[in-house]
């Protein structure tokens, strides 16, 4: 039984322990607070030398602390403060800087209140293996605890409250090291440890000397500590404000100042300006968009001074301009590498005045407004500019040192310089750091991570945070991806370990009959299940069976692999796999979201050997229709793991017939009608491009050749059993928890979604597209045909699928019922339930349906709303973020291919236009499942309404040539290395119907 | 979580520095009100409630008279000023005149109303500040007040509240953590350990409920000492007030009613 205590609250303390206010919330309504506050004596210090405090059970803070720092030779903690967190996190995670750290609560709710993302580092930080960070809830223990006094801000509340937890913290370590408490006269030294407030607040630290608390500025502690020449690198822009950096805010200012919050949110209130977020055009780099829920299309920024310091992904605020002002988005490729080579990354406002940048855009713009009269109003967008940010979203982006940027007067010194640093992503502006090891990182991939963007700068000024290795080479061309897309790629800790069975590689199920496995476990290790997956499969989470019934009608099961018997709520291995959310696939690496013994072992279903599953098991009529289901925890054995190849030729051979083969074959006929029915209930047959890499072999994994991925029946019979397992899983788990119940939605596109598509098909082909409910659209589809050209339709479909919404996990209490559907599949619901090793959602789903079927209570977490919300955030973020790095990853391959391919040759293929620009052609080759862009450096003639371009034959007499969408061209391609970025990109080049290689 | 405050954070405490099992302070002032027989100011943490009990006397009308028993009449005025948001409530607000109810017939299984048939006993409770628990704070103070007017009482009436956030149980909730957490309030009677109420107005797993009544049922008994010291200290200084030596006669049956426990 719990000791329960009523704890006392001293009215004498009634100053520091309670408050009542009112406030006025932003309705104008005038609230009264009540706030009490029990302060205690046995809040631990974690200092494992103390004796008055309750011992932790792992005091973190070791007994002298660390030994290595200069100004410290009695040993040391260190306690930073909030602003430490908020601009030098990069310092404090890295493995270099080790000394142990006192976090006072104080710390983290201001961290918290102030960024969201930095307090999610800063508590993965705290739990990161190999740095001791200790949690002291310094507003909680009576002698830390203080009240806001009065005229007292409360930033320098909060900055008092961290000198009172410093000194306390000393003094208290004093009464730890009694012996060394005397001052020997004469002796400066201090020889016990101490707690060092870490600030780079001036002020703040001129108070705390005066009180006698030690303390000293990041960069001070910096030079002195171990590793000070790489930790240096790692200090952000902010910290060296004091070092010189003021002088630069003074020069030109080169962008508007952002309005005040109260301004900026007054504004989005009544309609006046717009909310949203930024999303920069990876075609032109001086123009951005930003969708906002007022206006039916994306307002545009024109020009840096509109974008005003946005970076991708930042939510902004717009004000939009009059509608006279309103432009169309530029129909140029404008690229920055090669507009912006001269800059000179030493001034920042100052540089190039000749505006070698802004000429291009100029000259443009001359050309545009031009243009601009002839197109039709219907074509302008909302145009605006940025006036503001709600909130910044910058990260580390990978990045590549430009060369151009390095002094030239001194290239191999180690002097500090400042160099451009241009992001791998297109969507983002390069950015200005200072570095002692320039030389050293060229031809390097480097993170680097934006601190600030002053107005007077052009470009924002970040820090490095640490080299990936040299471009191009595989290893960190790996991990820059998984950096790019936030995958946690880290090998798992040891308590994630720790929640394996104890048996590792040797678990097998029990013997039958012993209770505890057999629980509950229905006995199908006798029915013929075989498990029919890609080539190279490891972990096989599903497996199927059928067999005729006696009564004419077909049993057909779907048999899960039973991860939920491993992994189980609330220990380090489930925190684990939710916050990694997917499993991710590059083309040579996989990134578990489970540990491989789970993964590939345990809960692989592979043949011949009895593994644990969960079983879906329906009676179907001969005509697929479903009699009933049931679901049952169960223990099988796989007869056979087929490729898919495999699988058809051995049921398309008429020789075999044992059950194995006639299971297979009565799968084949049921799946035939399910995708009948679906598709007859307007399903959407859509298309993605997908190319299969081939590796040479699996340790040089160099790529040979790239091919388009193959389907035959066998995928489409899996395929069709995982869909009606999932939506059975999904109805049922919906009726026994609708509130919590972990679905999987796809929201209808809106129709505006597919103007342009439309416009385009309507103009170059004659044909429409009807998309007023998935089935029409299913239809149209099937009719956009061209006799000669059987891949157009695949194209076509291509192009639809870009338009339409990514579907979505979600929770069933926290969105209407009516927008439960998937439109893509045409069903009412729908969930995932298929592949618990490689996505969490599917870990969700089973745990509800063990529960709805009555197998285990349902953990108290899945009860909660909030909690799975939470939970179904994150896995959806992950989930996109797997898709982008997976394609990303064979983007990378096919252009090694390509490589590889264009020694021997060079490389043509027969490729779609899929944009027109004013100077080039979006073209896409479906064979490489690649897109790339051709462009023309001489005049073309563009016709923007019917998508077309013309190009004017290069001899007098010739004819011109004139190009548009959907037409087939052929194109050269090549790899070239950009001198500037060391970027590897593939550039393409007409070869008919005109060769462009001159134009 | 649409709030940034932490219900439980990761050292166990909650927003005010409690750990899961620990109440809030309890302190309770007997001072008389007006004319009343007997009255209570109750403050647990920061919410403070005022019960002043009349009775037994003779009933208003002839309506509410019952025949062989005493009718109890429980009247509840929450104070403007005592929530979050000003508002006047009228007399007839419903969620009154159920809060009204509740305590009447939580105590109709406790008071020995058999004793005064035809008689009525007026309970009016004042809500003076508001900062969780409600309940529980009514039916605590109306146990002290019953007592302090000397109506004979089988046993106390202890009531607290109890939560779960996520998977961690936790007692005696404050408005910050009622708003954002299933909660039930327990109200239970130590000597026998039978209970007189259990309500819930959340959503909360059956598996969960188990865990949490039996928790609520034990911090009744630590309640229960809490309410026995003030009325033991009360009756005391009553003792010595009256001049009287040691163990006055006329006083023993109350202290007798409260100390047998």
Redesign the interface.
């Known amino acids: 039984m719990p000791h329960i205590v009523i704890k006392k609250r001293p009215s004498e303390e009634a100053v520091i322990t309670q408050r009542k206010f009112f406030k006025k919330t932003a309705r104008g309504k005038v609230i009264k607070v009540l706030r009490e506050r029990y302060l205690r004596d046995d809040v631990p210090c974690g200092l494992a030398a103390c004796r008055a405090c309750p011992p932790p059970d792992d005091p973190v803070l070791s007994h002298y602390g660390d030994l290595g720092h200069a100004a410290f030779p009695g040993g040391h903690y260190v306690l930073p403060d909030t602003n430490v967190f908020l601009s030098q996190m990069d310092l404090i995670e890295s493995p270099l800087f080790t000394p142990p750290i006192v976090l006072l609560q104080t710390v983290v709710d201001e961290v918290r209140h102030r960024s969201l993302p930095l307090y999610n580092r800063l508590t993965a930080l705290a739990k990161t293996e190999g740095k001791a960070v200790w949690l002291f809830y310094n507003e909680y223990r009576s002698e830390t605890a203080i009240v806001r006094e009065e005229d007292e801000s409360p930033n320098d509340r909060n900055d008092r409250a961290i000198r009172t937890a410093t000194a306390w913290y000393n003094a208290h370590l004093a009464l730890a090291h009694p012996q060394s408490a005397p001052r020997i006269p004469g002796q400066n030294q201090v020889k016990h440890p101490q707690v060092v407030l870490l600030t780079d607040d001036a002020a703040n630290r001129e108070i705390a000397q005066r009180d006698g608390v030690p303390c000293v500025s990041v960069r001070k502690y910096v030079e002195g500590a171990k590793d000070a020449t790489s930790l240096l690198d790692l200090l952000a822009a902010a910290g060296s404000e004091d070092a010189g950096g003021q002088g630069q805010g003074q020069g030109r200012v080169l962008y508007d100042d952002y309005l005040p919050t109260p301004t900026l949110l007054a504004g989005i209130k009544a309609g006046a300006l717009h909310q949203g977020h930024f999303n920069a055009n990876q075609y032109n780099y001086l123009e951005g968009t930003v969708p906002v829920p007022a206006l039916a299309k994306p307002v545009l920024l024109v020009g840096r001074a509109n974008m005003n310091r946005a970076v991708q992904g930042d939510v902004v605020v717009v004000e939009v301009f009059d509608e006279r002002e309103w432009r169309a988005p530029g129909d140029a490729v404008v690229d920055m590498d090669a507009t912006l080579k001269n800059d000179d990354a030493d001034d920042s406002g100052e540089e190039g005045d000749g505006d070698d940048d802004e000429r291009v855009p100029l000259a443009e713009g001359e050309r545009e407004r031009k243009a601009l009269e002839k197109k039709a109003p219907a074509e302008k967008q909302p145009t605006g500019r940025v006036v503001g940010i709600i909130k910044r979203n910058w990260r580390a982006y990978v990045c590549h040192i430009a060369p151009t940027s390095l002094s030239s007067s001194a290239p191999s010194s180690l002097s500090l310089q400042t160099v451009f640093a241009t992001p791998v992503s297109r969507l983002l502006p390069r950015i200005r750091l200072r570095t002692r090891q320039a030389p050293a990182l060229l031809g390097q991939k480097v993170l680097v991570t934006i601190d600030r963007w002053a107005r007077g700068s052009r470009y924002p000024e970040g820090h490095f945070v640490r080299a990936l290795g040299r471009a191009e080479s595989r290893e960190a061309e790996q991990e820059s991806l998984l950096l790019e897309f936030e995958v946690p790629y880290r090998p798992f800790g040891r308590a994630v370990l720790g929640c394996l069975p104890v048996e590792g590689e040797g678990w097998v199920v029990p013997p039958k009959g012993e209770g505890g496995v057999w629980r509950e476990r229905e006995d199908l290790r006798e029915l013929d299940i075989c498990s029919i997956d890609p080539p190279g499969c490891q972990d096989i989470d599903d497996a199927l069976h059928a067999r005729p019934l006696p009564n004419g009608n077909i049993e057909a099961g779907v048999h899960i692999a039973d991860v939920s018997h491993f992994v189980h709520p609330d220990t380090p291995m489930d925190s684990e796999a939710a916050a990694r959310g997917t499993t991710v696939y590059l083309v040579d690496k996989r990134i578990d979201m489970l540990p491989a013994l789970l993964g590939t072992n345990l809960c692989s279903l592979r043949p011949h050997v009895e593994r644990l599953a969960f079983s879906a098991i329906w009676e179907l009529t001969p005509e697929a229709d479903i009699v009933n289901v049931r679901f049952t925890k169960s223990v099988i054995a796989s007869k056979a793991a087929f490729e898919y190849g495999e699988a058809q030729i051995r049921k398309d051979d008429p020789n075999l017939t044992d059950p194995l083969t006639q299971g297979i074959r009565l799968l084949n006929t049921l799946a035939q009608k399910l995708k009948a029915k679906r598709m007859a209930a307007g399903a959407l047959n859509l298309a993605s491009p997908e190319v299969k890499i081939h590796l040479d072999s699996s340790e040089s994994s160099d790529p040979v050749d790239v091919e388009q991925k193959e389907l035959r029946e066998t995928n489409s019979l899996v395929e069709e059993f995982m869909l009606l397992a999932n939506i059975s899983v999904a109805r049922r788990i919906q009726e026994s928890f609708p509130q919590t119940a972990v679905l999987r939605r796809h929201l209808p596109p809106p129709s505006t979604n597919f103007e342009k598509l439309q416009d385009i098909l309507r103009k170059r082909r004659g044909l429409t597209l009807d998309v007023s409910s998935s089935g029409a659209l299913a239809d149209s589809l099937d009719k956009c045909l061209d006799p000669d050209e059987p891949a157009f339709n695949t194209l076509v479909r291509i192009m639809a699928t870009r338009c339409m919404l990514s579907a979505e996990y979600f929770c069933s209490g926290s969105v209407s019922r009516d927008t439960f559907g998937h439109y893509g599949l045409a069903s009412p619901i729908y969930t995932h339930f298929t592949s618990p090793i490689r996505r969490y959602a599917d870990v969700l789903a089973h745990r509800q349906l063990a529960a709805a079927i009555g197998y285990t209570p349902l953990h108290p977490s899945l009860h909660s709303k909030a909690h799975v919300e939470r939970v179904v955030d994150v896995v959806n973020r992950r989930h996109r973020m797997a898709q982008m790095a997976g394609r990303a990853s064979v983007e990378f391959y096919v252009g090694l291919a390509l490589k590889g391919r264009g020694e021997k040759g060079e490389v043509t293929e027969e490729a779609f236009v899929i944009r027109a620009f004013r100077n080039g052609l979006g073209v896409f080759v479906s064979k490489l499942g690649l897109e790339g862009l051709v462009m023309f450096k001489r005049d073309t003639q563009f016709d923007a309404e019917n998508y077309a371009i013309t190009i004017p034959s290069s001899d007098a007499g010739g004819k011109d040539v004139t190009i548009s969408v959907f037409d087939k061209v052929t194109v050269r391609i090549e790899v070239e290395k950009d001198k500037n970025t060391q970027r590897g990109r593939v550039k393409m080049v007409l070869v008919s119907p005109v060769d462009s290689s001159e134009l | 979580?649409g709030s940034?405050v932490e219900i439980l954070?990761?050292?166990g405490?909650r927003s005010?520095?409690?750990r899961?099992?620990?109440?809030?302070?309890?302190?309770i002032d007997f001072s008389l009100q007006g004319t009343a027989d007997g009255s209570v100011t109750i403050h647990h943490?920061?919410t403070q409630v005022l019960v002043s009990v009349f009775g037994p006397r003779e009933a208003k009308s002839r309506a509410q008279t019952i025949h062989d028993r005493a009718n109890i009449n429980v009247e509840v005025n929450i104070a403007a000023?005592s929530?979050?948001?000003?508002r006047k409530r009228s007399r007839g607000d419903k969620r009154i005149l159920e809060l009204a109810s509740t305590i009447k017939s939580t105590f109709e299984p406790a008071i020995q109303t058999h004793l005064y048939p035809r008689s009525q006993i007026d309970v009016f409770i004042q809500i003076l500040?508001?900062?969780g628990g409600l309940l529980p704070a009514c039916i605590n103070g109306t146990t002290l007040a019953l007592a302090a007017a000397g109506i004979p009482l089988f046993d106390f009436v202890c009531a607290i509240t109890g939560g779960?956030h996520?998977?961690s149980p936790m007692?005696d909730l404050?408005?910050l953590e009622e708003n954002d957490i299933p909660h039930i309030t327990v109200a239970m009677m130590p000597k026998t350990e039978r209970v007189t109420l259990v309500t819930m107005e959340t959503?909360l797993?059956v598996?969960?409920f188990e865990e949490i009544f039996g928790?609520a049922v034990?911090?009744g008994k630590?309640?229960h000492k809490?309410m026995k010291l003030a009325v033991q200290a009360r009756t005391s200084s009553l003792v010595s007030s009256l001049g009287v030596g040691s163990k006055p006669e006329g006083d023993r049956g109350m202290a007798m009613e409260l100390d047998d426990s």
């Open positions: 979580m940034r954070n990761d050292g405490f005010d520095g409690r899961q099992y620990e109440l809030r302070d309890i302190s943490g920061l000023f929530t979050g948001e000003r500040q508001l900062d779960v996520s998977a007692l404050t408005t959503r797993h598996d969960r928790l034990d911090a630590v309640i809490e």
